[in-house]
């Protein structure tokens, strides 16, 4: 059988598969590209299954009958064409740029820059990706504090990782197969997690927090190192500000306070501390938990003034200075992304930038963007590779708000929570069906064929490329995909023509490595070359120039449990419940419900749970997690149901009915919360 490497292009991994063709040249199977060191997910390993799936979208789709009705109509391209063409442009003549708005969901490299080179060009303010839920807080608060990008790359020289928040056994195996290595080599991990899970297993130490206290343990250890002097005193003397305000904001943090905040026994505290701080270079692996409260921004600089005090930055084995994108990399240039016609004028117009209170976010939040609907604002949607409805928070309200779009277009692969209440749904390709190619860091050029032919589905860029046409940039966008690609190419001495043959083109096998220790040359790059451990200027517009623990709501007597939420290793986020292959190996959301509460409601495994709280419901099966912190519940993320039909509620298992959109207010980035809110578990009487 043929074997032809491919380019999965549903996450930012971009993990290269060895796809097995069958005789008449079609694909068979798909499988990891092991030769090129891929450890890949589920979801790109069932393109196959989601491409020939019996309720994938195949032919664009009008909506026949009202919002949300299941009625629909086949069209073709050119019709749809015209319908999107029609409706952005009646939005702009009628409110300009502003009253659209661009929802790019999670990132996608190279859809996500063809999508932003038309946002850009057509002046767009309200755009956004999945940033502010994501890993914005933490990306922004390293480049704050240190003036540069962080890479945790986890070596064989790494002593210590703390993964605090962070699941790689389910989210990103190649971080676990990291950890496996440096465990080998001796090293040692501790896990900050409320959820028993295969990384608590390989754990030296396990600090089962009590979920939403992240911040007073980080404040209890920079108390613990500053105390036991185990900071790298000469680093900080040397190279760093702000020392004396972090002393007095952890000063209360004792042993036993932080305990009592934090569920977690002193001596297991004190041990993951010494072990982190002692045992170096040391990385502090911080995963979506820190990312989503309203503090999200300030756990992130705890994660960095934790890695500044211990001398863990700029070290190979600990915190990298990241070497910036390869310039040879085409797609990350603002060449493609036209990203320096973005002004800060444009910012002004973003809704909710007027409570964005940290001058260097990049982009607002879905819940803005949601009172920009209802302020009448924002008229015209357009979601590429996203669902809302599901992943954002109060997903009724979301739904709701959503469906009073003038008009609403969806590229999707299926029909979604959010694209059931489109007008338009447009039909994706995977990255089996369309001619692809892939830039490496050190110059090579691979070229993928389109394996599928006869599709009705395009790719994400060839509907861009477009929609820019017919929206007057004919100038700036290509007459088809060829000259897309040589627009890349350009540059490179090479033709897509010409890599049709030869399959690749080698580059000169150099990477750009990050640069250890290159501050003791020219300083941080920060504004005074310094690392910044308090920042003042953040004083006035959050009230806190270093990070301060305000706890979440507590829970009382009508909502006596705390629940969480984590992900699955079978699918990506609200994706893949259709595929059987995925599906099997989870048929239903699954909810970690700890021993306490689990007695107290008589819950056993299996049986299903109601969690409920002052937003809304969900219900999930019950697994007991053992070794919990009392009281706690883990709810898994994305779901609804593929085969609802007529009465069946679509988001009756979905996490995100109990989020609200409220709490974001205060957060430097906009971040709503799901770790740690108060809610009710009871048993649900369901027969299956
Ligand atoms: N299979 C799969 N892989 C994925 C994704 C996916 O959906 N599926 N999504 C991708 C994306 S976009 C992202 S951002 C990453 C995210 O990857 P991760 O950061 O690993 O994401 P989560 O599983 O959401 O959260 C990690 C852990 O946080 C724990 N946790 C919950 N509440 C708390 C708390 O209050 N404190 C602490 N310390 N821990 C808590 C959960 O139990 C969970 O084990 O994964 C990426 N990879
Ligand atoms: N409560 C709670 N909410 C969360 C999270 C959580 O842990 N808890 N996690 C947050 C995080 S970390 C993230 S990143 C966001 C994710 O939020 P989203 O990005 O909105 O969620 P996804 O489910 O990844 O949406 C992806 C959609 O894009 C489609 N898709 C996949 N590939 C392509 C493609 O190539 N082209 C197109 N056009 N479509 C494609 C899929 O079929 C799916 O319907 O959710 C956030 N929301
Ligand atoms: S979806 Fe999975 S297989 Fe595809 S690029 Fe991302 S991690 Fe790799
Ligand atoms: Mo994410």
Same mark, same amino acid.
């Given at each position: 059988?043929?074997?032809?490497?491919?380019?999965?292009?549903?996450?930012?991994?971009?993990?290269?598969?060895?796809?097995?063709?069958?005789?008449?040249?079609?694909?068979?199977?798909?499988?990891?590209?092991?030769?090129?060191?891929?450890?890949?997910?589920?979801?790109?390993?069932?393109?196959?299954?989601?491409?020939?799936?019996?309720?994938?979208?195949?032919?664009?789709?009008?909506?026949?009958?009202?919002?949300?009705?299941?009625?629909?109509?086949?069209?073709?391209?050119?019709?749809?064409?015209?319908?999107?063409?029609?409706?952005?442009?009646?939005?702009?003549?009628?409110?300009?740029?502003?009253?659209?708005?661009?929802?790019?969901?999670?990132?996608?490299?190279?859809?996500?820059?063809?999508?932003?080179?038309?946002?850009?060009?057509?002046?767009?303010?309200?755009?956004?990706?999945?940033?502010?839920?994501?890993?914005?807080?933490?990306?922004?608060?390293?480049?704050?504090?240190?003036?540069?990008?962080?890479?945790?790359?986890?070596?064989?020289?790494?002593?210590?990782?703390?993964?605090?928040?962070?699941?790689?056994?389910?989210?990103?195996?190649?971080?676990?197969?990291?950890?496996?290595?440096?465990?080998?080599?001796?090293?040692?991990?501790?896990?900050?997690?409320?959820?028993?899970?295969?990384?608590?297993?390989?754990?030296?130490?396990?600090?089962?927090?009590?979920?939403?206290?992240?911040?007073?343990?980080?404040?209890?250890?920079?108390?613990?190192?500053?105390?036991?002097?185990?900071?790298?005193?000469?680093?900080?003397?040397?190279?760093?500000?702000?020392?004396?305000?972090?002393?007095?904001?952890?000063?209360?943090?004792?042993?036993?306070?932080?305990?009592?905040?934090?569920?977690?026994?002193?001596?297991?505290?004190?041990?993951?501390?010494?072990?982190?701080?002692?045992?170096?270079?040391?990385?502090?692996?911080?995963?979506?938990?820190?990312?989503?409260?309203?503090?999200?921004?300030?756990?992130?600089?705890?994660?960095?003034?934790?890695?500044?005090?211990?001398?863990?930055?700029?070290?190979?084995?600990?915190?990298?200075?990241?070497?910036?994108?390869?310039?040879?990399?085409?797609?990350?240039?603002?060449?493609?992304?036209?990203?320096?016609?973005?002004?800060?004028?444009?910012?002004?117009?973003?809704?909710?930038?007027?409570?964005?209170?940290?001058?260097?976010?990049?982009?607002?939040?879905?819940?803005?963007?949601?009172?920009?609907?209802?302020?009448?604002?924002?008229?015209?949607?357009?979601?590429?590779?996203?669902?809302?409805?599901?992943?954002?928070?109060?997903?009724?309200?979301?739904?709701?708000?959503?469906?009073?779009?003038?008009?609403?277009?969806?590229?999707?692969?299926?029909?979604?929570?959010?694209?059931?209440?489109?007008?338009?749904?447009?039909?994706?390709?995977?990255?089996?069906?369309?001619?692809?190619?892939?830039?490496?860091?050190?110059?090579?050029?691979?070229?993928?064929?389109?394996?599928?032919?006869?599709?009705?589905?395009?790719?994400?860029?060839?509907?861009?490329?477009?929609?820019?046409?017919?929206?007057?940039?004919?100038?700036?966008?290509?007459?088809?995909?060829?000259?897309?690609?040589?627009?890349?190419?350009?540059?490179?001495?090479?033709?897509?023509?010409?890599?049709?043959?030869?399959?690749?083109?080698?580059?000169?096998?150099?990477?750009?490595?990050?640069?250890?220790?290159?501050?003791?040359?020219? %300083?941080?790059?920060?504004?005074? /070359? #310094? !690392?910044? @451990? &308090?920042?003042?200027?953040?004083?006035?517009?959050?009230? *806190?120039?270093?990070?301060?623990?305000?706890?979440?709501?507590?829970?009382?007597?009508?909502?006596?449990?705390?629940?969480?939420?984590?992900?699955?290793?079978?699918?990506?986020?609200?994706?893949?419940?259709?595929?059987?292959?995925?599906?099997?190996?989870?048929?239903?959301?699954?909810?970690?419900?700890?021993?306490?509460?689990?007695?107290?409601?008589?819950?056993?495994?299996?049986?299903?749970?109601?969690?409920?709280?002052?937003?809304?419901?969900?219900?999930?099966?019950?697994?007991? %997690?053992?070794?919990?912190?009392? /009281? #706690? !519940?883990? @709810? &898994?993320?994305?779901?609804?149901?593929?085969?609802?039909? *007529?009465?069946?509620?679509?988001?009756?298992?979905?996490?995100?009915?109990?989020?609200?959109?409220?709490?974001?207010?205060?957060?430097?980035?906009?971040?709503?919360?799901?770790?740690?809110?108060?809610?009710?578990?009871?048993?649900?009487?369901?027969?299956?």
């Amino acid at each position: 059988m043929q074997i032809q490497t491919m380019t999965c292009r549903f996450c930012d991994r971009e993990c290269h598969m060895a796809v097995s063709l069958d005789a008449a040249g079609r694909p068979a199977a798909i499988r990891p590209a092991h030769e090129e060191g891929t450890i890949s997910c589920p979801t790109g390993l069932h393109a196959l299954e989601l491409m020939n799936h019996a309720q994938r979208v195949k032919h664009p789709m009008r909506r026949a009958g009202p919002r949300g009705s299941g009625q629909w109509e086949e069209i073709s391209w050119d019709e749809a064409f015209d319908l999107a063409t029609r409706e952005l442009q009646k939005t702009l003549d009628q409110m300009g740029p502003e009253g659209l708005l661009f929802i790019k969901g999670f990132n996608k490299p190279l859809q996500s820059a063809v999508f932003d080179r038309l946002a850009n060009l057509l002046g767009v303010p309200n755009r956004l990706g999945a940033g502010n839920m994501c890993h914005q807080a933490q990306a922004q608060s390293f480049v704050d504090t240190f003036g540069f990008p962080a890479d945790r790359r986890i070596t064989a020289e790494t002593r210590t990782v703390v993964l605090w928040g962070s699941n790689p056994s389910n989210t990103m195996r190649w971080v676990q197969r990291d950890i496996a290595e440096m465990k080998r080599a001796g090293g040692r991990l501790v896990v900050v997690d409320p959820l028993p899970t295969r990384m608590t297993e390989l754990a030296d130490l396990w600090l089962p927090i009590r979920p939403g206290t992240d911040m007073a343990l980080a404040l209890g250890w920079m108390r613990l190192i500053l105390e036991e002097g185990w900071e790298d005193a000469d680093l900080l003397s040397r190279w760093a500000t702000g020392l004396e305000d972090i002393r007095k904001a952890c000063a209360p943090y004792t042993l036993e306070y932080t305990a009592a905040l934090t569920g977690l026994a002193p001596a297991q505290i004190r041990q993951g501390a010494e072990w982190f701080a002692c045992a170096k270079p040391g990385i502090l692996f911080g995963g979506n938990a820190l990312d989503h409260n309203w503090d999200s921004y300030q756990k992130g600089r705890c994660l960095a003034i934790l890695l500044a005090l211990t001398g863990n930055v700029d070290v190979p084995g600990a915190a990298l200075h990241a070497a910036p994108p390869s310039g040879r990399n085409p797609i990350r240039t603002p060449r493609l992304t036209c990203a320096d016609r973005f002004s800060a004028a444009w910012r002004e117009r973003m809704w909710g930038w007027d409570r964005a209170l940290l001058p260097t976010a990049r982009q607002t939040s879905g819940q803005a963007m949601l009172q920009g609907i209802e302020a009448g604002k924002l008229r015209t949607g357009w979601v590429v590779g996203g669902d809302p409805v599901v992943m954002w928070a109060d997903s009724r309200r979301t739904q709701l708000v959503l469906q009073s779009l003038d008009f609403l277009m969806v590229q999707d692969f299926f029909l979604t929570p959010t694209a059931q209440i489109a007008d338009l749904v447009l039909p994706v390709a995977t990255y089996l069906e369309y001619e692809n190619l892939f830039f490496e860091g050190d110059g090579s050029i691979q070229y993928r064929p389109a394996l599928v032919s006869g599709s009705d589905a395009r790719s994400d860029m060839d509907i861009i490329n477009e929609m820019g046409k017919r929206l007057g940039l004919a100038d700036a966008f290509w007459p088809d995909m060829d000259g897309f690609w040589n627009f890349l190419l350009e540059g490179s001495g090479v033709t897509l023509e010409e890599l049709r043959t030869t399959g690749r083109l080698e580059g000169d096998g150099t990477k750009r490595q990050p640069a250890p220790r290159g501050y003791r040359q020219c %300083g941080f790059p920060t504004a005074d /070359g #310094t !690392i910044h @451990l &308090a920042l003042p200027e953040l004083e006035e517009r959050s009230g *806190g120039s270093v990070p301060r623990y305000r706890s979440l709501p507590e829970p009382d007597e009508a909502y006596p449990d705390r629940c969480t939420n984590y992900k699955s290793p079978f699918f990506f986020h609200s994706a893949g419940r259709q595929m059987p292959g995925q599906r099997t190996r989870q048929p239903d959301p699954v909810a970690y419900v700890s021993e306490d509460v689990a007695a107290r409601e008589e819950l056993r495994e299996g049986d299903w749970a109601r969690i409920t709280t002052p937003t809304g419901e969900t219900c999930q099966r019950v697994h007991i %997690g053992l070794g919990m912190p009392a /009281g #706690t !519940i883990a @709810l &898994a993320i994305g779901w609804w149901d593929t085969d609802a039909a *007529g009465e069946r509620d679509v988001l009756a298992g979905n996490c995100n009915n109990l989020t609200s959109d409220q709490t974001l207010l205060g957060g430097e980035i906009q971040a709503f919360s799901c770790r740690g809110i108060p809610c009710r578990v009871t048993k649900e009487e369901r027969v299956d």
